[in-house]
Structure formats: structure tokens, C-alpha cells
């Protein structure tokens, strides 16, 4: 949603994460807090196939990979988010992972890091931040639906998600839009 565009009375209504694509994750917070209670993933309430998308993800402890997954991914199906052929994530180790395919990518993370993600899905292209440091294109030639992910492989791990909510830690990139829908009043 671009801010401009609201008019009084207008509402937004923010993704968050989705209990019903969930597996092994307790949400609390409104669900923009996931804690693990084994490996598995989790996905947020809004799915997106154009547009460019900001959200912030902080990590609160523990080895998290945080990304998209398309939004056909049953998160039942997997134990963590790199085992499914469908997504692409920045893990806490520095890595990147797509489709199968993990290779070094960034800087690592750790607890209180925020790690933002700018989906264009006009362009086709995943990019992540560190603290507001651009770390790269992370996958290109993106196509279809996809929604923001999390998963983990160790219980105990945490984050906490601001999908547009509150006003971001870092600066978004330019023309990108909070993952919500304007309910007009």
C-alpha cells in the first residue's frame, strides 16, 4: 500500500504470519512473533505475483533462514525451508539457498539483526539487507505467487516480523510498497 493513496477512513490491513501455513512454529505478538517448537517453516498472510514488496524480519535467537516461498508450498510437506523446491532464503550463516541450490551470498546474522527483504516481483528479483546494508541480488527470473517465509531446523529459534505495521528500523528501498491491503471505508 502506498500511504498517498489512503483517504480518511481508510484502513490497512498488514500480512502476518499464517497459522494455517504453519509446522512446528508457536505465533504470538498478533503472529508476527514465530518461536520454533521443531524444524518446519512458516508463511505469511499475504501472497504476491507483481508489485515490489518490503518487509523487515528480526531475528530473535537461534539459526533461522528467513525468505519466500511460493505459495503452493505445503509447509506440512517439509521439515525446513530449504528442503522444499520452492522458495529461496538468506540464512543466518550467510548463505543463500534456492530451489535445492545453497551457496555463500551475504554477512551473517545473529539475535537482534534485522534482516529486510525487497521482493520485486515486476523485475523478478530477491534482494536482503543487513542492518540497512544491501547485500545483494540474492535470486532473479522470479515468476509466479509467493509469500514471506521462515524456517528453522532447531527448536528454540524466534523472529519477529514487521510486514508494515510500525515504522521499519531501515529505510526501504524506493518504490517499495508494506505488505498490506487497503480495506476502503
Request: no cysteine; proline share 2%; hydrophobic share 30%.
Amino acid at each position: 500500500t502506498n500511504f498517498s493513496e489512503l483517504s480518511v477512513g481508510d484502513q490497512v490491513q498488514y500480512a502476518t504470519w499464517n497459522s494455517a501455513e504453519n509446522s512446528n512454529k508457536t505465533l504470538s505478538n498478533g503472529n508476527l512473533d514465530a518461536s520454533s517448537t521443531g524444524a518446519g517453516i512458516v508463511k505469511s498472510t499475504k501472497t504476491v505475483s507483481s508489485g515490489k514488496w518490503y518487509w523487515e524480519v528480526t531475528s530473535t535467537n537461534g539459526y533461522t533462514s528467513i525468505g519466500i516461498a511460493e505459495d503452493s508450498l505445503d509447509p506440512s510437506s517439509i521439515t525446513w525451508l530449504g528442503q522444499g523446491a520452492s522458495y529461496s532464503y538468506y540464512s543466518y550463516n550467510g548463505n543463500k539457498a534456492t530451489n535445492g541450490s545453497q551457496s555463500a551470498y551475504g554477512n551473517s546474522y545473529t539475535s537482534g539483526d534485522v534482516i529486510g527483504v525487497a521482493l520485486d516481483l515486476d523485475a523478478g528479483t530477491l534482494k536482503f539487507y543487513k542492518n540497512g546494508a544491501d547485500q545483494g541480488i540474492a535470486q532473479s527470473g522470479l515468476t509466479g505467487s509467493y509469500t514471506p517465509a521462515f524456517g528453522n531446523e532447531q527448536v528454540g529459534t524466534s523472529v519477529s516480523a514487521n510486514f508494515g505495521q510500525t515504522a521499519f528500523v531501515h529505510t526501504p528501498p524506493t518504490g517499495y510498497s508494506v505488505l498490506g491491503t487497503t480495506i476502503t471505508a
